[in-house]
Every structure is written in structure tokens, then in C-alpha cells.
């Protein structure tokens, strides 16, 4: 299947700094990509929804100047934490998908942030 | 939203035929059943979606009922690599249903 690579796939990060994740579609252009967080035993939460060239759609209750999204190309997109905080650590998931909803999604590894 | 229902968890022996039930009594005729699976820290895997129509392919089969209020994932031979979160979704068009949201999921446990 078509591949998408998280980077990093950790990291640790002290209260109040910035921490940048990125998502790259390696095979295929994703028209859209969708950024999730899961906590432990949860399902995945997805946080916003992103087409390239166009400003990110975010879920209800997700803070877009906390969590900063740019798709700006096709194979790429970055998800920023800002003045991270204890409570943003958790598991942040990237997926793309090259066509509609009838063709399926490709997931990222993930990455584990813990903000100290 | 389209929602699907799922059992919490289900068991199965190696080597043994598994069937995973899924109901989405509101479905809309543009929706398209997407199934995916999770193993333990890490993101989630493609299975199979489809429309109508039954489809196979090589990790599983997908059985749609007629009236498409429900599908089953059928996998034909569970292995223990196997074992993980399996999650049915719904994606359609425009608006709310062209997310890829998903629900608690069923977890599969396979036993030796």
C-alpha cells in the first residue's frame, strides 16, 4: 500500500516551547490529510480535516492558534503544537488520502509527544 | 452523521475464520463502508472499503447486506499479527460525512 511518513516519531519537549510534526504522502498526493490525537485506551480523535493550498478545518473544540496546520503541498503536511503544555501529550496521528471518499486513507507510524 | 455500532471485543482461535459485525442503520446511499485496524502504538491500517458490492482483496473480505444497513468484515484466517482495534467507518460526500471519524472500534483478541 501507499506510504505515509510521520516524523519525528517522538519527542519530548519542555512546558511552553513549540514542537512541529510532519506528515509526508512518499507515493501518491494527498488532496487531503487529517490530523488525529489518541490517548491511551481511546480512540482516535480527529482534531482537523486539510486540503492542500487551503486553510485547515478544525473539530469543534480544537484551539487552531494551538494547534497550527499547513498543507502546503501535496505530500506535505505539519501539525505545530504551540506553548505546549503537560496536557497536550499524547499521541498525534497524521493521515492522507490521494482522492475522494471513495479511495482509502493512509496513516502515518504516529508520534509520541510528552511535554515536561 | 452516519454512525456505525460495533461490539466492544470479540475472540478467536488461530487459524480459525473471523466475522466482524457492523450496523449503520443510518447510511446514505453515497456512503462509503471504509474498514481500518489499529495494532497497539501505532496509526491505523487500510483493510477494505466498499460501496454496494462484496469485495475481497488480500488481507480480508467485505460483505455488504442488501440494504446496506450493516456489513461484516470477514477475515479468513486470523493470525495472531491479526489481533488489534478494528474499525468500521462510513466516509461520504460533502459536509460532515467526507471526515474519516472514527468510533470505539471492536477488539480482536486471538488465542493460540
Known amino acids: 500500500g501507499a506510504v505515509v511518513s510521520q516524523h519525528p516519531s517522538w519527542v519530548i519537549c519542555k512546558s511552553g516551547t513549540s514542537v512541529k510534526i510532519e506528515c509526508r504522502s512518499l507515493?501518491?498526493?494527498?488532496?487531503?490529510m487529517f490530523w488525529y490525537r489518541q490517548f491511551p485506551k481511546q480512540s482516535l480523535m480527529l482534531m482537523a480535516t486539510?486540503?492542500?493550498?487551503?486553510?485547515?478545518?478544525?473539530e469543534q473544540g480544537v484551539e487552531k492558534d494551538k494547534f497550527l496546520i499547513n498543507h502546503a503541498s501535496l505530500t506535505l503536511s505539519t501539525l505545530t503544537v504551540t506553548s505546549a503544555h503537560p496536557e497536550d501529550s499524547s499521541f498525534y496521528i497524521c493521515?492522507?488520502?490521494?482522492?475522494?471518499?471513495?479511495?482509502?486513507?493512509?496513516f502515518g507510524q504516529g508520534t509520541r509527544l510528552t511535554v515536561v | 452523521d452516519a454512525k456505525t455500532t460495533q461490539p466492544n471485543s470479540m475472540e478467536s482461535n488461530e487459524e480459525e475464520p473471523v466475522h466482524l459485525p457492523c450496523n449503520h442503520s443510518?447510511?446514505?446511499?453515497?456512503?462509503?463502508i471504509h474498514w481500518y485496524r489499529q495494532l497497539p502504538s501505532q496509526g491505523p491500517e487500510y483493510v477494505i472499503h466498499?460501496?454496494?458490492s462484496n469485495v475481497n482483496n488480500r488481507m480480508a473480505s467485505l460483505a455488504i447486506a442488501e440494504d446496506r444497513k450493516s456489513s461484516t468484515l470477514i477475515l479468513h484466517r486470523a493470525t495472531l499479527r491479526d489481533a488489534a482495534v478494528y474499525y468500521c467507518?462510513?466516509?461520504?460526500?460533502?459536509?460532515?460525512?467526507?471526515?474519516?471519524?472514527f468510533g470505539t472500534g471492536t477488539l480482536l483478541a486471538v488465542q493460540p
Open positions: 507515493d501518491f498526493q494527498a488532496t487531503t
Open positions: 486539510s486540503n492542500e493550498g487551503s486553510k485547515a478545518t478544525y
Open positions: 493521515s492522507a488520502r490521494e482522492g475522494g471518499t471513495g479511495t482509502e486513507a493512509f
Open positions: 443510518t447510511i446514505s446511499g453515497t456512503d462509503y
Open positions: 466498499g460501496l454496494t
Open positions: 467507518i462510513l466516509t461520504g460526500y460533502g459536509g460532515a460525512t467526507n471526515k474519516l471519524i
